[in-house]
Structures are given as structure tokens and as C-alpha cells.
Nanobody, 133 residues
Framework: VQLQASGGGLVQPGGSLRLSCVVS??????????LAWFRQVPGKERTAVSC????????FYVDSVKGRFAISRDNAKNTVYLEMGSLKAEDTAVYYC?????????????????????????WGQGTLVTVSS
């Protein structure tokens, strides 16, 4: 399984970006998998941002991005998106997409906890988002 993230860049505070992550090599449809976005500031731990559950597509967000970010998926394009709005300087980070090839149930319910990051078995290479004036 391979994930290819793109869409990062430099944006002013208050601006918007859409990140994309193309997933290839899956044995089932995209909506059979939990899909998540994480971010990492250099020198700090990688943290959770958002997750969309398998099958029903329930969306999960960390408090710091609720109401500003939206996760979605397009099965036909095998792509998961992260729409980011009202961006702040503290959103500056490298953003990673990830999925769980094993398709463990309810993984999105636990994705915020760092000890569950290894359960996401496949990761993209990261795309840098810089929010600055």
C-alpha cells in the first residue's frame, strides 16, 4: 500500500488549503479502511488531526481544528482529503496521511492517542503546510 500526499504550501493566516492523499495498492474499496491525517512540527511529536472511519465515514477531529478542517474521501479516485480553513500559525507542520491495512474496527475512536499511531500501518511521505504572513 502506498500513500501520496500533496497540496501543502505557504498560506497567510486566515487562508485555506486542501490536502490530498492518493492511496494505491489496497485490496478493497477505500471506504473499507480507516483514513487519518496527522501532523508534526519539527522537534515535536507527531499528533493526530482527523480521522474518517471505515464504512460509515464517521468523522473525528481534534479540538484545535474542529469547525475549521474537514476530512472527506472519494472512493472513485482512491483519495482522502483534508480541507483546511481559517488557518493559524500554529497549524504550520508537516501533514501525513495514513491508513490501516489490517482494517481494525473502530480505530478512529482511538486515533488521538499516540500509542495507537503504530496501528496505522501505511503512511504517506508528508506535505508541508506553512501559515505565515
Amino acid at each position: 500500500v502506498q500513500l501520496q500526499a500533496s497540496g501543502g504550501g505557504l498560506v497567510q493566516p486566515g487562508g485555506s488549503l486542501r490536502l490530498s492523499c492518493v492511496v494505491s495498492g489496497l485490496t478493497r474499496d477505500l471506504d473499507d479502511y480507516s483514513l487519518a491525517w496527522f501532523r508534526q512540527v519539527p522537534g515535536k511529536e507527531r499528533t493526530a488531526v482527523s480521522c474518517i472511519s471505515a464504512r460509515y465515514g464517521v468523522e473525528f477531529y481534534v479540538d484545535s481544528v474542529k469547525g475549521r478542517f474537514a476530512i472527506s474521501r472519494d472512493n472513485a479516485k482512491n483519495t482522502v482529503y483534508l480541507e483546511m480553513g481559517s488557518l493559524k500559525a500554529e497549524d504550520t507542520a508537516v501533514y501525513y496521511c495514513a491508513t490501516d491495512q489490517i482494517r481494525r474496527p473502530d480505530l478512529c475512536r482511538y486515533y488521538r492517542a499516540s500509542q495507537y499511531q503504530p496501528y496505522f500501518t501505511s503512511w504517506g511521505q508528508g506535505t508541508l503546510v506553512t501559515v505565515s504572513s
